[in-house]
């Protein structure tokens, strides 16, 4: 049984930082990217950082500088350094763990910033 599990989200003040980790299980191949992706109430989901099991990293605009992914590929684990954070980056955040086979989301973590 594939799991994602997150955990770190929360309640913030602007200017405040999170950490955001997600452990993978159950995946039998290997795990090309890992990822965080974030969804506002009426707007899409969209890509917030990645990271390739070379270690090769992808961030959205809106949070370069910020935001920092990293990667331990022995414990099949993703985190997210969050920095200087914004109320426009409210939004559920979800891991993502991607293979030649399959995608694969874990449930969601709430990341609220308030002004």
């Known amino acids: 049984q594939v799991q994602l599990v997150e955990s770190g989200g929360g309640l913030v003040q602007a200017g405040g930082s999170l950490r955001l980790s997600c452990a993978a299980s159950?995946?039998?191949?290997?795990?090309?990217?890992m990822g965080w992706y974030r969804q506002a109430p009426g707007k899409q989901r969209e890509l917030v950082a990645a990271v390739t099991s070379s270690g090769s990293t992808n961030y959205a605009d809106s949070v370069k500088g910020r935001f920092t992914i990293s990667r331990d590929n022995a414990k099949n684990t993703v985190y997210l350094q969050m920095n200087s954070l914004k109320p426009e980056d409210t939004a559920v955040y979800y891991c993502?763990?991607?293979?030649?086979?399959?995608?694969?989301w874990g449930q969601g973590t709430q990341v609220t910033v308030s002004s």
């Open positions: 159950g995946i039998r191949t290997s795990i090309n990217a």
């Open positions: 993502n763990a991607s293979t030649y086979l399959s995608n694969y």
